[in-house]
């Protein structure tokens, strides 16, 4: 349930200058780096490239695509 939001922290990163301090936080760091090797999520994650596109269109007050980025067959 959490793990979507862990997702969208580099694209934060980019669009907001958020910085996640990964020394701080060792053991949260080592979980996002072991979410990203479960095969469940390479399936459906998405990339930061396409939440800092939907995040740049939201901001600006335009109706962003709910679709952007979902990968064929989904």
């Known amino acids: 349930m959490l793990w979507p939001w862990y997702e969208r922290l580099e694209a ?3 669009i907001k200058n958020f910085d996640f301090d990964k020394q701080e936080f060792p053991k949260l760091t080592t ?3 072991r979410m990203h090797e479960q095969p ?3 399936e459906v994650s998405i990339p930061t490239e396409v939440y800092e596109q939907f995040f740049r269109i939201y901001s600006t ?3 962003p695509n709910y679709d952007i980025g979902l990968k064929s067959g989904a």
Request: charged share 40%; net charge positive.
């Open 31 to 33: 979980y996002i780096t």
């Open 40 to 42: 469940a999520v390479k």
């Open 12 to 14: 934060l990163k980019k």
């Open 61 to 63: 007050g335009e109706e």
